[in-house]
């Protein structure tokens, strides 16, 4: 297991006293990313699917090395959420919980109200979940740093994002297993009442939903499973190199709309799903990779946390400073894709 914690204790001070103040900041005062002891490499999918023709070439198009997989028999998307948040939950006052998952543990109630119990934390608090697959912890950042600047009473939200893919993987296919590992990230949002400008600068999504079949669980819809237990990713020939060309344009738009140039931009963090996608944003913006983090050859893919995975491993190294402008960028199945313009 390994834990990342990162806090600024300037942010974390907070009054309940702001206003719903739209100049108000909103600040990633903390950030955790849980992974399990785990490591599968390379050589465990080469060994189980060597009929696959240039499987080494699939890896290093994808960015894969190895990545972290949970024990079945201990662990589950609420265990790794609490390991992810127990370093920096150190008191009651949070006014929103938001949990973001794909393989969810529970239909009802939310897991946000089990974070709620584990962590004691105050009644008066809003305790939601959210699945919008792997777009899940962008869109969740998004709304929780609006809710944040817009009710007065909201001063700090707990969000949190983990994905199991391991579980629910059919073991005789490549996809999904070989390209996901399993990770909980844990994120402290505080308000703070100054004028910096720190959060969410804009967004913008696209949507097309005639892939809406292409990847699915549980395949034919709960009311036609007759045991979780057993149900297992529906994986089809879907490729995210769709979502590339609005990336692209998304990020252009975006900055020419906020009056921003390429350098002007302190870090890019993208899915982690291919390492290829990343390398055509980059080739398209005529980015260079010290511009990007990368973390897929270690984490794998860990579904809608991974742009937050990359995050923490850039505040870790020391590359981030407030006032820094940064893009995220990440996709779901279906599919939604989404860029976010955020200042630290």
């Not at 600047?149 to 939200?157: F, I, M, P, V």
């Not at 990343?278 to 990779?289: C, D, F, R």
Request: include cysteine.
């Amino acid at each position: 297991m390994l834990y990342f914690i990162f806090a600024d204790l300037n942010y974390a001070k907070y009054s309940m006293n702001i206003g719903g103040n739209m100049n108000n900041s909103v600040k990633i005062s903390a950030i955790n990313v849980y992974h399990p002891a785990k490591i599968r490499g390379n050589e465990y999918f080469i060994k189980k699917h060597g009929d696959i023709k240039n499987i080494n070439n699939l890896f290093e198009s994808l960015g894969k090395r190895q990545r972290y997989v949970s024990d079945l028999e201990s662990e589950n998307v609420l265990t790794m959420a609490f390991k992810s948040a127990e370093p920096i939950v150190d008191d009651s006052n949070i006014d929103i919980i938001i949990f973001a998952s794909t393989t969810v543990e529970y239909l009802s109630p939310t897991h946000a109200l089990f974070i709620h119990r584990k962590f004691n934390i105050k009644h008066n608090c809003i305790c939601i979940d959210m699945n919008i697959n792997c777009l899940s912890m962008l869109a969740v950042l998004e709304q929780a740093a609006m809710m944040l600047k817009l009710k007065a009473s909201y001063c700090r939200a707990l969000i949190i994002s983990t994905d199991q893919v391991s579980r629910y993987a059919k073991p005789h296919e490549f996809f999904p297993e070989a390209l996901f590992g399993d990770a909980a990230v844990a994120m402290i949002l505080d308000k703070v009442k100054d004028n910096s400008g720190a959060g969410l600068i804009d967004s913008q999504y696209y949507t097309d939903s005639q892939y809406a079949d292409t990847i699915v669980f549980p395949h034919y819809g709960l009311s036609h499973s007759q045991n979780m237990q057993e149900e297992k990713f529906h994986w089809d020939n879907f490729t995210g190199e769709l979502c590339v060309p609005f990336a692209i344009e998304a990020i252009q738009f975006q900055l020419e709309k906020h009056h921003l140039k390429l350098n002007d931009v302190s870090c890019f963090f993208f899915s982690q799903l291919s390492k290829n996608y990343i390398g055509m944003i980059k080739n398209a913006l005529n980015l260079s990779w010290e511009q990007i983090e990368y973390i897929g050859d270690e984490y794998g893919y860990t579904g809608g946390n991974s742009p937050l995975v990359a995050y923490a491993h850039r505040l870790k190294k020391g590359l981030l400073h407030e006032g820094d402008i940064i893009v995220f960028w990440s996709f779901g199945a279906g599919y939604q894709t989404g860029v976010l313009l955020w200042k630290v």
